[in-house]
């Protein structure tokens, strides 16, 4: 058996041993490994004892509504219609409508007594494993820096965004699937396109890897495409071998350059990949039960579903960050959660809802289920809120001032809340925290001081956090 | 440094001071301060926090980032009576309260108006400008003796000496003629070019073969690819509204151009930040201008969102940040950045510094900007959009001169009778008009018109329906019309300005004898005598609601609007029409009077159209024909202008550009102030225009005669900045040039010369070739002619140090003392004692597969080639880019990589595999990894292995037998022949897969991707 890089039909990869014997010599397996990012070690020893090994960030693209779902405001319920003063801090409109007050039933669920509207009915069933970060805000109301911000720390593009960071500090703990992958909304690409799951200036390895289930190739040139006919794959087999060859010959001439062997031992990864992607796309050895408690049974929640359980698969397979988005960016106000024109039953904001919440509860029983939620955060995110005053007349506008935002798993205290908003849900007013917080915290729980993880960049040790942030020890179980 | 001035008054303000007022401070406030405040804000103690000094008078007069820190006798003003006070809880200092009766002595001193007799502050040594070396005044070294006659080498083995090493010995003429070409074009030589400099015997065999690939238009293909890197520059903008920016390329042209044409450098960044300033005589070099725009632009922050707000102010503070960034970081290779929320933390440059420079961007926006490289037409241009405006604004004709005057005059009438023509061919319709809203009046005036009063609702739908006996109506004309009784005259009823938004008209139709029968009817195009930008008349018939059409600020008069159906609406028994007119966007902009026609006229969608103002004039007989003139020049002025060969246009920054949506250029530069922690909402003291204090050469403040003038600005910083004492740029240039030779700077860091960034190896050699450069006319060919004849650049990659036995031929004989193995001395090779293998960068390796393949596009210039399928189905946000899905034998896949059209959020897979720069941050140097993703990318990528076929066949058509064909395969690829064992396992997998297949091997070889 050899490896072949061409045609999923016949994944015929070199064994271990094999690769090890051709391999052996010549050049330090760590260096090597530290290069290609296959460690199974940590890349950058933890600062403490990690509470998670693996993160999964839902992000809810385009400013999902709390007055709508999570932040249940009774002022808002009673003084709906009413003209209030509200000062408009960003947005697309500029002078105010009236308060809308959310047009969804509202009820305490758990132990913990949580508020969730009837827009989320699924995920209301987990509030007690859930921390609820109600007085979150953003220094922006605008999409594209919103989402920059939750994502990279910044709102201007080209820093590494969390995942990069993470796979930075922890590498890989597959052999054969990278650290980082994020899976956008079969709809298609957020707000900024592939720059949202960006390396920045960490090099190019912590990039998240883009997975598209549905494409002929989920990973791009993950194999070649059937229009190059002339490939077939005992040419591809004979070819590696052949390169392989070519490539020790010429590797004699320069003993010293260990990216030449790097070059050599990335073609075997490759190979592994090939095998593995497959591998975990391929759900037929889910079962009914697990298909359906992510709603695969119904077309509305089956996108959504089927990455979601993807999501899982990635994380048991020692993939460290999954970023799984709900709602693209190229269909403009249609597709995603930013309900301008309205936030009614009927409206695309319900439709992002139904499509969302079954599959997102289901990820996390599954989770639970299987002790995978013991060390794996789940982070449910979007880059801003909405205003509570209404845009048109049953819509909302964007709004920094305030949202909501959840954790669970990973050495999360679940049932908690952190944080209060105004009494409309204009803006956070006790407890508030930012993205810096949440992504110190989420740092912690993987056993890394955010203030200590740092690279250097243009004469700056960057850090995630830049010079803010602190661990919500609130939450911290 | 000379401030001759200020302190001549500093000192005679401090001879003011009483005595008495004098022997107070001295006695009981100086004492306070030097205890409890110069820890933090001294020269003494080297530190100046928030950027306050209160060592001297001028320290607190001057004040820090929050503001002027003592306002003389006014206590609550002064933020250092509030800070002592710790009544602010923002402001508290210093930490540990002062005693009570401390405040009161300060608050004494303050009220007794500050008397400070102290000598002003010496001039501002800020701690650490002395150990910089980077901004330490450039003289030139002498050339180090004993090492040879090439001064480059000379310093390299001098260095080299100091740790017992030598130079390698020179690489093959094979290596070098590879090496060089890649270098120079990023491409491979071809097979004949290397023969003949194989074959050369001229000793200057290789210089001649430097000059050839200097001559050559690839030259500054590939050295204009380094610059972009650095310029950050992208054709879209990145964002959330990742939109194409289509005439981004002229720039890049401009770049490859300037490479190719050897201009000066100072020079160069000049053209990049002031052309129109600074050379007002040639537009042509208005290109230029894209450096500054080059980065991301925040569309939805700037042009959708509304002004005033927190996060739109942000975004255009941001969005001055990344010019003033970039500049700093290209010109001056400093990390200027970090100093927008605080001092610099390891650089002497202060937050002054950074906004003082932000100012000379302050008066600039980007977007598309006009120009006309035929410098009188583009005069001629002007003067007739100058007269426009003022036609416009209602001046009178006899203020233009007489030509223009008779040119307008001779054009009047057959103007007037076309108008006159299409007037008569509308038919007024006797309508009923109806308001959604109960509380609107609606009144049928004589003409045919009708006036919409009472209570005016925020927004509205008006319905009109009509009766039309003529049969074959093409079109309808909506005119709404001034009116003394609206607001501002009209024609809408907003309260503020007269304003009027129509988001839709929808007209609908049915014959008489079937009025239950109701079809929509679909209107073609729209056409309207005047939109105001941003609001066109498409917008009114594009099915969306929040997009209309306005006339902003062409109220108080009448507009026209016509609407030119699908198909003309043809029942014989008559018409029934109703058109909806959809008024959503609210704050009253609704039409307060308006009438409507029909026309069975087939030029309905071209005809000229005038506010129905004017029309009322020319049917007026009463009316002479000065008057006639007048009214009709604005429009014919418009036909003059649209004559003009339409502008060539660039992306690129701009004092005057015209507004787009919510972004335009101020007035007059925005004043620019001190932020305290970058913070918008805590402005402290404004700053004008200037550069970096540390640069002890120069004077940091520009002197401006006219600071409002925004070119002005930018024209001072490109003049500081090249200036022949500016030790930043010319070390800055030289060591990025030493870094796209080498792979490596002199210093590291190419983007910061700061203290977190690191110090040159070869510092000596590095200032002398600055100089060098500087003083010969900033000539990157002579420079690079330098560099590439030393034997420092001719080194051998292979050697590892113990070559002492080779080197019986080579002039070097010195060399052969060294040992043992350089390797272990300096495994890195930062001191240069061999060659550095260098992969080929992402473009090199795309290139260089078109070059092989035989199918590379050599054209130069022009907009770019979208190697990628392209949709843009919704303008409101990003386009769909697919390059999975896009053809290789596209011909716009054919052309050099440099011209392919790079969208910011979407890159290239292939490349982004090979560490292409990303667009959104300025990219110094290529960072170099190796991936599994490479792997699979240059096995499998759909490019690739078309190219794999092409070469395939090319090898096919130029030799024959598989033996031959995969020697020539070698010699394209790797500039050499296959010995015996690599012919002959290559050419058994070529005869057993096929010539294609052996290619897939070879191109995704090591030899292929590295050069030697």
């Known amino acids: 058996m050899s490896d072949t890089l061409c045609h999923r039909r016949t994944p015929a990869p070199l064994s271990r041993r094999e690769f090890l014997t051709r391999t052996g010599g010549g050049f330090g397996a760590m260096a090597l490994s530290a290069m290609l990012g296959e460690q199974s070690a940590h890349a950058t020893a933890p600062h403490h004892a990690p509470r998670a090994r693996a993160v999964i960030q839902l992000f809810m693209l385009g400013g999902a509504s709390q007055c709508d779902t999570f932040d249940y405001k009774p002022a808002l319920q009673k003084r709906s219609g009413e003209k209030v003063k509200f000062p408009v801090s960003g947005g697309t409109v500029a002078s105010p409508g009236p308060v809308l007050g959310s047009p969804w039933e509202w009820r305490q669920h758990g132990q913990c007594g949580r508020w969730v509207s009837s827009a989320m009915p699924h995920i209301a069933h987990c509030v007690d494993d859930m921390a609820f970060l109600m007085a979150m805000h953003a220094p922006t109301s605008e999409h594209s820096a919103g989402q920059t911000m939750q994502v990279s720390g910044f709102v201007t593009p080209g820093f590494p965004t969390v995942g990069g960071w993470v796979s930075h500090a922890m590498g890989s703990a597959s052999r054969d699937l990278p650290a980082y992958v994020a899976l956008p909304d079969p709809v298609g690409l957020p707000w900024t396109g592939k720059a949202a799951w960006t390396n920045g200036f960490l090099p190019a390895l912590h990039q998240g890897t883009m997975l598209n289930p549905s494409a002929e190739n989920p990973v791009p040139d993950l194999f070649a495409p059937k229009s190059a006919q002339f490939v077939t794959p005992e040419s591809a087999r004979d070819g590696l071998s052949l390169l392989d060859h070519i490539n020790r010959r010429h590797l004699a001439s320069a003993p010293y350059d260990s990216r030449l062997e790097a070059r050599i031992a990335s073609y075997e990864l490759a190979a592994r990949m090939q095998l593995a992607v497959p591998g975990v796309l391929d759900l037929k050895g889910e079962t009914d039960a697990t298909r359906r408690l992510y709603g695969m049974d119904d077309k509305l929640t089956e996108p959504i579903g089927r990455n979601c359980i993807i999501a899982r698969r990635l994380i048991e397979r020692g993939v460290r960050f999954v970023q799984l988005w709900v709602g693209s960016g190229l269909n403009g106000g249609a597709g995603n959660w930013d309900n301008h024109n309205d936030i009614m039953p009927g409206s695309d904001f319900q439709k992002m809802c139904v499509r969302s919440d079954r599959p997102v509860a289901g990820l996390l029983h599954d989770l639970k289920s299987r002790g995978l939620l013991e060390d794996t955060v789940v982070l449910w995110t979007t880059e801003f809120g909405r205003t509570p005053y209404s845009q048109g007349s049953k819509g909302r506008d964007h709004n920094g001032n305030t949202f909501v935002s959840w954790m669970a798993g990973g050495g999360i205290k679940g049932g908690t809340t952190f944080g209060e908003s105004d009494e409309f849900s204009y803006a956070a007013a006790v407890d508030k925290t930012m993205c810096y917080d949440q992504h110190a915290t989420l740092l912690h729980l993987l056993g890394y001081d955010h203030t200590r993880l740092t690279f250097r960049h243009n004469g700056a040790e960057r850090r995630l956090t830049d010079v803010h942030g602190r661990v919500i020890s609130e939450i911290v179980s | ?1012």
């Not at chain 2, 401390?102 to 008397?115: D, F, L, N, S, T």
């Not at chain 2, 001092?343 to 961007?361: C, G, L, N, T, V």
């Not at chain 2, 005047?530 to 108080?556: L, M, V």
């Not at chain 2, 070059?851 to 770019?864: C, F, H, N, R, Y």
């Open chain 2, 1 to 1012: 440094m000379p401030r001759p001035i200020i302190l001549a008054v500093a000192a005679a303000l401090a001879a003011q001071v009483r005595a008495d007022d004098a022997a107070f401070f001295t006695a009981t406030v100086e004492p306070i301060l030097k205890q409890r405040c110069y820890k933090c804000h001294s020269h003494e103690a080297g530190k100046m926090k928030g950027g306050l000094t209160l060592d001297s008078r001028s320290g607190w007069q001057q004040g820090g980032n929050s503001g002027v820190a003592i306002v003389p006798g006014k206590l609550q003003e002064s933020l250092l009576i509030t800070a002592i006070r710790h009544t602010d809880r923002e402001l508290k200092m210093p930490e540990e309260k002062l005693p009570p009766a401390e405040i009161a002595a300060i608050e004494e001193w303050v009220k007794r108006g500050a008397p400070d007799p102290r000598a002003p502050a010496k001039e501002s040594t800020r701690q650490g400008v002395d150990e910089w070396w980077a901004v330490r005044n450039l003289a030139k070294p002498p050339v180090p003796q004993k090492f040879g006659a090439h001064p480059v080498d000379a310093f390299v083995r001098a260095k080299l000496a100091e740790h017992g090493l030598d130079l390698s010995p020179e690489a093959d003429r094979r290596t070098l003629i590879r090496r060089l070409t890649f270098d120079l074009h990023g491409l491979p030589p071809t097979p004949a070019e290397v023969g003949a400099f194989i074959a050369d015997h001229d000793p200057r065999a290789y210089e001649n073969l430097v000059d050839r690939l200097l001559a050559s238009p690839r030259y500054g293909e590939q050295w204009a690819r380094h610059w972009l890197d650095v310029a950050h520059y992208g054709e879209s903008n990145g964002f959330g509204m990742d939109r194409p920016r289509l005439n981004a390329w002229p720039y890049r042209d401009y770049v490859i151009r300037a490479f190719n044409d050897d201009k000066p450098y100072a020079r160069f960044v000049q053209e990049q930040l002031a052309a129109d300033a600074l050379f007002p005589g040639e537009p042509a070099l208005t290109p230029a201008l894209g450096f500054v725009a080059a980065g991301p632009f925040n569309q939805s922050a700037l042009a959708e969102q509304v002004d005033d707000t927190d996060c739109k102010r942000i975004a255009l503070n941001l969005d001055r940040d990344d010019m003033v960034s970039s500049v700093a970081a290209t010109f001056l290779s400093v990390t200027l950045h970090c100093a927008r929320c605080h001092e610099h933390k390891f650089d002497p440059i202060s937050q002054r510094d950074y906004y003082r420079m932000q100012a000379a961007f302050a008066g600039v926006v980007r977007g598309e900007r006009e120009f006309d490289p035929n410098v009188a037409r583009q005069r001629e241009r002007e003067r007739w959009t100058k007269i426009k405006q003022q036609l416009d604004a209602g001046e009178p004709l006899e203020k233009l001169d007489a030509p223009d005057r008779d040119h307008l005059a001779q054009a009047t009438e057959p103007l007037r009778k076309t108008l006159l023509a299409q007037e008569s061919a509308w038919h007024i319709l006797d309508a009923n008009f109806t308001s959604e809203n109960p509380k609107t009046v609606v009144k049928r005036l004589p003409d045919g018109s009708s006036l919409f009063s009472g209570e005016c609702g925020e927004t509205d739908v008006y319905s009109i329906t009509a009766n039309v006996k003529t049969p074959n109506i093409t079109a309808l004309r909506l005119e709404v019309l001034a009116d003394d009784s609206l607001p501002h005259r009209g024609p809408g009823r907003n309260p503020e300005n007269g304003n009027l938004h129509l988001s839709e008209i929808k007209v609908s139709a049915a014959s008489e004898d079937a009025p239950e029968k109701i079809s929509a009817v679909k209107i073609k195009t729209a056409i309207a005598d005047f939109s105001q930008a941003g609001w066109e008349i498409a917008k009114a018939i594009d099915g969306k609601a929040e997009t209309a059409w306005g006339i902003h600020p062409q109220e108080s008069r009448s507009h026209q609007a016509v609407f030119t159906f699908d198909k003309p609406l043809n029942h014989a028994a008559g018409t029934l029409l109703t058109v909806r007119l959809e008024q959503s966007h609210g704050r009253q902009h609704v039409i307060g009077r308006l009438r409507i026609s029909t026309t069975t006229a087939a030029d309905s969608a071209t005809q000229k159209l005038v506010s129905p103002d004017v029309l009322v004039r020319l049917k007026s007989s009463q009316e002479n024909s000065a008057a006639v003139q007048h009214a009709l020049a604005p429009l014919l002025a418009e036909e003059i202008l649209s004559a003009f060969p339409p502008a060539q246009r660039v992306w690129a920054v701009g004092g005057s550009l015209p507004p787009f949506r919510r972004y335009k250029p101020p007035k007059e530069p925005y004043p620019i102030r001190i932020l305290a922690r970058g913070d918008i909402n805590r402005p402290g003291t404004e700053v004008t225009c200037g550069a970096l204090d540390a640069v002890r050469s120069l004077t940091p403040e520009f002197a401006l005669p006219n600071p409002k003038d925004e070119a002005a600005r930018r024209a001072a910083l490109a003049v500081w900045i090249t200036d022949p004492a500016n030790p930043l740029t010319w070390r800055s240039i030289v060591n990025r040039a030493w870094l796209w030779h080498f792979g490596r700077g002199l210093v590291e860091t190419p983007n910061d010369f700061g203290k977190m960034g690191g110090a040159p190896t070869h510092p000596d050699l590095l200032d002398w070739l600055a100089c060098e450069f500087r003083d010969n006319g900033g000539s990157f060919k002579k420079l690079h002619r330098l560099i590439v004849t030393s034997a420092t650049y001719r080194q051998s990659v292979t050697a590892d140090g113990s070559w002492r036995t080779d080197l019986s031929e080579s002039p070097k004989t010195e060399s052969a003392r060294l040992l043992p193995s350089a390797a272990t001395i300096d495994g890195d090779n930062r001191l240069l004692w061999r060659g550095t293998r260098r992969r080929l960068d992402a473009e090199q390796i795309r290139d260089a597969l078109l070059a092989v393949s035989g199918k590379i596009d050599l054209t130069e210039g022009g907009p770019s080639a979208m190697q990628f399928g392209f949709s843009d189905p919704n303008k409101e946000v990003s386009p769909r880019i697919d390059y999975e899905g896009f053809d290789p034998d596209e011909p716009a896949s054919n052309r050099r990589s440099v011209y392919r059209f790079i969208f910011r959020n979407v890159n290239d897979p292939l490349l982004d595999a090979f560490d292409a720069a990303d667009p959104s941050l300025s990219v110094a140097r290529r960072t170099s990894t190796t991936t599994a993703l490479q792997a699979l990318s240059l096995f499998n990528n759909r490019f690739v292995l078309r190219q794999c076929e092409h070469l395939a066949a090319r090898l096919g058509r130029e030799t024959e037998g598989i033996e031959k064909q995969i020697a020539l395969a070698y010699r394209l690829l790797f500039s050499r022949v296959p010995d015996d064992d690599e012919l002959r396992a290559v050419s058994a997998h070529a005869h057993k897969h096929g010539l294609a297949n052996a290619c897939r091997v070879l191109v995704n070889s090591n030899e292929f991707l590295f050069i030697p």
